[in-house]
């Protein structure tokens, strides 16, 4: 089973590259903000829940983002292996899901982590922004923002997987195709 975290800040092409795996080698991409977003649209049990802690300015606790990603991997038992995306987003949130794995009885296979400098994340979210009308995306102020949390917060997590050799870092310049054939050239080796 190949269970990959495919890491990097926001906007490094983690959505574009995910999609592109799960066709190759059969996997199941598993992003937690659209799973959050769903429960949110059907306004279901568990986000009543998450925004019980919403509305006291408080993050959903791990212990439903680990119900909701046990849930959405029971859908697919058979599965060649996961794509995670957005998740973990912390160290603890790393070793929990290292614990939640080792009881399902698989283990986090590698984490590909995107390499790409801060002016060209810039670049690419408010590209993005403007052609999707969204307003946060379009504020260089507050991509920076999310990029200086992604460092502070999120980035240790490369560390965290660096330590067991799981951790393989990949250049998140140039085409779609060019990153493709480099993410996919660390999987077969690793895989092999």
């Known amino acids: 089973m190949l269970n990959l975290i495919l890491f990097g800040p926001p906007g490094s092409g983690k959505g574009t590259q995910a999609a592109k795996l799960v066709e190759k080698y059969n996997l199941v991409h598993i992003s937690t903000g659209d799973l959050f977003r769903r429960e949110k649209k059907t306004n279901s049990p568990i986000w009543q829940e998450v925004q019980s802690f919403i509305d006291k300015g408080e993050l959903a606790p791990d212990s439903i ?17 996961y794509i995670l995306d957005g998740f973990p987003r912390n160290v603890n949130q790393a070793a929990s899901l290292d614990v939640f794995f080792a009881e399902e009885k698989t283990a986090v296979s590698l984490l590909v982590e995107l390499i790409v400098a801060d002016q060209e994340v810039i670049t690419r979210i408010t590209s ?4 999707e009308g969204r307003k946060d995306d379009q ?8 990029i200086n949390i992604y460092k502070s917060q999120t980035s240790p997590v490369a560390n965290h ?3 067991v050799n799981k951790t393989k870092r990949i250049d998140g310049i140039g085409t779609i195709e060019e990153i493709f054939e480099r993410i996919c050239g660390v999987l077969d080796a690793e895989t092999v």
Not at 71 to 79: G, H, L
């Open 139 to 146: 504020n260089p102020e507050i991509v920076q923002n999310r």
């Open 161 to 163: 997987y660096d330590k």
């Open 128 to 131: 993005r922004g403007k052609i």
């Open 65 to 81: 983002t680990f119900r909701l990603l046990k849930a959405e991997m029971d859908k697919t038992p058979d599965a060649a292996g």
